[in-house]
């Protein structure tokens, strides 16, 4: 098995260009299926999850020309097939980013249950009760929904009962080929969504309001191939200004190649933290901070603070100077990676979906386990800053987010590799 290897206490510094958004790309390679033809995706995160997606699309027909390691031309012509199978939905939730699509698409899906995940239950209600307001008939049998559009889907107005990243986006994918007009009121205004609808508008879509609580949907007949840049990895570039506020070298760590403002209530955060930082063209340079302050967060819907940014600063907040407490609003077991900072020597209570952090003077190197995407990579950046030796293994889940983690980090130079060890449990 892979593992991290990190050997703390070495100061960082340079430049680094964050990849692609996963959390974009992959609704942007589902959203070609309603494009026949060919349409060339830029700035891909060469990732896991991506190539999960990738399976997804082959296995309905489309074939993908990777033209290099960030360009995919995605050929979405023969596209014969509806079904997203366990085996692929169950190595990726975001698999569920096809319904939409092929509703528009094929007029019907067969989805594999998505079940829950290591973050929690992740229901996907909202969206078959949205999709029926189109007039989508659901079935659910041997662990697959059915999904069918009959005679085409129609446009309604959709309220959501929370701001689901997941529901708005297929609720968009989907409206784009229903007759009228449909409105979705209380949508997700992450920047993902902005970027989906940006790139469908291309291919002729009629949506606006992406980015707002509103978003409109004009059907149209048919959509056509288009050449799409994926925006840059905000929650990338959010891990690596954590990493930078606690090892960067005196000329402070420039991390780039995304949008300082779809970021703007973890730079808030990390202000009053007293983290300081710069904008410089495409992003900011962070510098080392001495003592860090304790500050409350919430993970909220875009605008507000990112689940996907908790655990990264959580490692913040266990150096603090005083106590803070974090709160997770999304996810109901997104703190599985507080436990695996404790025994890096956190000081952490999880009570409910509150995290009671008191901050302690330094983390000492260990063994630890990745609990998810993000919470792994978390991990890796405390070790930067641990006394000792911090190994990470699980990190299956770090490769389903972050292009070349490993690498990029040892460019700016810190002491990371990572090295393939014998399974403990094999003889
Ligand atoms: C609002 C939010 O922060 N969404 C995050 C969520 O998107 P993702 O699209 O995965 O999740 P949603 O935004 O849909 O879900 C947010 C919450 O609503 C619940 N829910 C959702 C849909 C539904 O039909 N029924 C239901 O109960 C989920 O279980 C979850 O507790 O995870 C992604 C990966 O970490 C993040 O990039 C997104 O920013
Ligand atoms: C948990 C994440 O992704 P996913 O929704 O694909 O599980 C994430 O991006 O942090």
Same mark, same amino acid.
């Given at each position: 098995?892979?593992?991290?290897?990190?050997?703390?206490?070495?100061?960082?510094?340079?430049?680094?260009?964050?990849?692609?958004?996963?959390?974009?790309?992959?609704?942007?390679?589902?959203?070609?299926?309603?494009?026949?033809?060919?349409?060339?995706?830029?700035?891909?995160?060469?990732?896991?999850?991506?190539?999960?997606?990738?399976?997804?699309?082959?296995?309905?027909?489309?074939?993908?020309?990777?033209?290099?390691?960030?360009?995919?031309?995605?050929?979405?012509?023969?596209?014969?097939?509806?079904?997203?199978?366990? *085996?692929? &939905?169950?190595?990726?939730? #975001? %698999?569920?980013?096809?319904?939409?699509? @092929?509703?528009?698409?094929?007029?019907? !899906? +067969?989805?594999?249950?998505?079940?829950?995940?290591?973050?929690?239950?992740?229901?996907?209600?909202?969206?078959?009760?949205?999709?029926?307001?189109?007039?989508?008939?659901?079935?659910?049998?041997?662990?697959?929904?059915?999904?069918?559009?009959?005679?085409?889907?129609?446009? *309604?107005? &959709?309220?959501?009962?929370? #701001? %689901?990243?997941?529901?708005?986006?297929? @609720?968009?994918?989907?409206?784009?080929? !229903? +007759?009228?007009?449909?409105?979705?009121?209380?949508?997700?205004?992450?920047?993902?969504?902005?970027?989906?609808?940006?790139?469908?508008?291309?291919?002729?879509?009629?949506?606006?309001?992406?980015?707002?609580?509103?978003?409109?949907?004009?059907?149209?007949?048919?959509?056509?191939?288009?050449?799409?840049?994926?925006?840059?990895?905000?929650?990338?570039?959010?891990?690596?200004?954590?990493?930078?506020?606690?090892?960067?070298?005196?000329?402070?760590?420039?991390?780039?190649?995304?949008?300082?403002?779809?970021?703007?209530?973890?730079?808030?955060?990390?202000?009053?933290?007293?983290?300081?930082?710069?904008?410089?063209?495409?992003?900011?340079?962070?510098?080392?901070?001495?003592?860090?302050?304790?500050?409350?967060?919430?993970?909220?819907?875009?605008?507000?603070?990112?689940?996907?940014?908790?655990?990264?600063?959580?490692?913040?907040?266990?150096?603090?100077?005083?106590?803070?407490?974090?709160?997770?609003?999304?996810?109901?077991?997104?703190?599985?990676?507080?436990?695996?900072?404790?025994?890096?020597?956190?000081?952490?209570?999880?009570?409910?979906?509150?995290?009671?952090?008191?901050?302690?003077?330094?983390?000492?190197?260990?063994?630890?386990?990745?609990?998810?995407?993000?919470?792994?990579?978390?991990?890796?950046?405390?070790?930067?800053?641990?006394?000792?030796?911090?190994?990470?293994?699980?990190?299956?889940?770090?490769?389903?987010?972050?292009?070349?983690?490993?690498?990029?980090?040892?460019?700016?130079?810190?002491?990371?590799?990572?090295?393939?060890?014998?399974?403990?449990?094999?003889?």
């Amino acid at each position: 098995m892979d593992i991290i290897r990190v050997e703390g206490g070495h100061p960082i510094e340079g430049r680094v260009c964050v990849s692609g958004a996963k959390n974009s790309a992959l609704k942007l390679m589902a959203a070609t299926l309603l494009a026949p033809g060919k349409t060339t995706l830029t700035n891909v995160p060469n990732i896991s999850d991506v190539h999960v997606m990738g399976k997804v699309l082959k296995g309905m027909g489309a074939t993908i020309e990777v033209v290099d390691e960030h360009s995919l031309v995605i050929d979405t012509s023969a596209v014969d097939q509806w079904e997203a199978p366990y *085996e692929l &939905v169950a190595k990726m939730r #975001a %698999s569920t980013a096809v319904l939409g699509p @092929l509703l528009g698409r094929m007029g019907k !899906a +067969k989805i594999a249950m998505p079940g829950g995940c290591n973050l929690g239950a992740r229901k996907i209600d909202m969206h078959i009760l949205g999709l029926e307001a189109l007039g989508v008939k659901f079935d659910t049998e041997h662990g697959y929904i059915y999904a069918d559009a009959g005679e085409g889907m129609h446009g *309604e107005t &959709v309220t959501l009962e929370f #701001a %689901s990243v997941g529901a708005t986006e297929n @609720l968009i994918m989907a409206a784009v080929r !229903a +007759k009228g007009t449909t409105v979705i009121d209380n949508a997700a205004r992450e920047p993902e969504i902005v970027d989906l609808a940006n790139m469908l508008n291309e291919m002729g879509a009629q949506i606006t309001g992406a980015g707002t609580p509103v978003v409109t949907i004009e059907g149209v007949s048919e959509l056509h191939p288009v050449t799409h840049r994926v925006i840059g990895d905000r929650i990338e570039a959010g891990t690596f200004i954590v990493a930078g506020a606690l090892m960067a070298g005196d000329a402070g760590v420039e991390v780039v190649g995304f949008a300082p403002h779809h970021l703007g209530m973890v730079l808030k955060k990390l202000e009053l933290m007293g983290i300081d930082f710069e904008r410089i063209e495409g992003g900011v340079r962070v510098y080392r901070v001495d003592t860090i302050r304790p500050v409350d967060i919430q993970t909220l819907p875009f605008p507000g603070f990112p689940t996907d940014m908790q655990a990264q600063v959580m490692v913040l907040s266990a150096l603090a100077d005083g106590s803070s407490v974090i709160t997770e609003n999304i996810f109901e077991n997104r703190f599985m990676f507080a436990s695996e900072l404790v025994r890096m020597g956190a000081n952490i209570r999880i009570e409910s979906h509150h995290a009671m952090i008191h901050g302690v003077k330094g983390f000492s190197g260990a063994q630890v386990t990745s609990p998810d995407l993000r919470g792994g990579a978390a991990l890796a950046v405390a070790g930067l800053i641990a006394d000792g030796t911090t190994e990470v293994s699980a990190i299956h889940h770090i490769d389903r987010g972050y292009e070349h983690f490993v690498k990029k980090l040892v460019e700016l130079g810190a002491h990371v590799e990572r090295v393939t060890v014998p399974d403990p449990i094999d003889d």
